[in-house]
């Protein structure tokens, strides 16, 4: 899986020289170079220094993370432990209020057993998992809430 860098840290209206780049972003000198050599990352010019403009090393490094993102379809969760897109184990999953209009479905990976989460507001329960079997949970009260056994 491909490193995510800070982009938040690079100003927009501001000249990088690669070694700048790579310091800011905690990156080796040789990615920020190879970047800059296969063209993905525009440099001002050829010569020495070689500059980068800060709009550019910003928009490159979102691009990556939109690349990078994968989207979900119904009955879908992201396994973080297989790193994909999994169906719940058995088509079960159990929906645990987290707020008065959202909650987390929770469910076992088919693949590796594992837990996997999905985070959504109750409206969007029947589009996101329209197939599944879905147990119903109470929201957990909070702090400020006062205990109703005393």
């Known amino acids: ?3 995510r860098y800070p982009a938040h840290l690079v100003k927009a209206h501001r000249n990088y020289t690669i ?3 790579a310091d800011l972003l905690g990156a080796h000198l040789q990615t920020i170079r190879g970047w800059v050599k296969n063209g993905t990352l525009p440099a001002c010019s050829e010569k020495r220094p070689i ?3 800060g709009a550019d090393i910003r928009a490159f ?3 990556r993370e939109i690349a990078s993102k994968r989207r979900l379809g119904p009955n879908e969760f992201y396994c973080l432990k297989c790193r ?5 184990a058995g088509m079960m999953v159990d929906y645990e209020m987290q707020t008065d209009r959202a909650g987390r479905l929770v469910a076992l990976c088919e693949e590796c ?4 989460f999905r985070t959504l507001s109750s409206d969007k329960i ?5 197939d599944l079997s879905i147990m119903f949970k109470g929201r957990k009260p909070s702090l400020d809430e006062p205990d109703e056994a005393a």
Do not use: N
Request: glycine share 12%.
């Open 61 to 63: 490094l979102r691009g």
């Open 113 to 116: 057993e594992g837990l996997i």
């Open 84 to 88: 994909a897109p999994r169906r719940p």
């Open 19 to 21: 070694e700048e780049a």
């Open 51 to 53: 500059l980068v403009v």
């Open 126 to 130: 029947g589009v996101v998992a329209p």
């Open 1 to 3: 899986m491909a490193k």
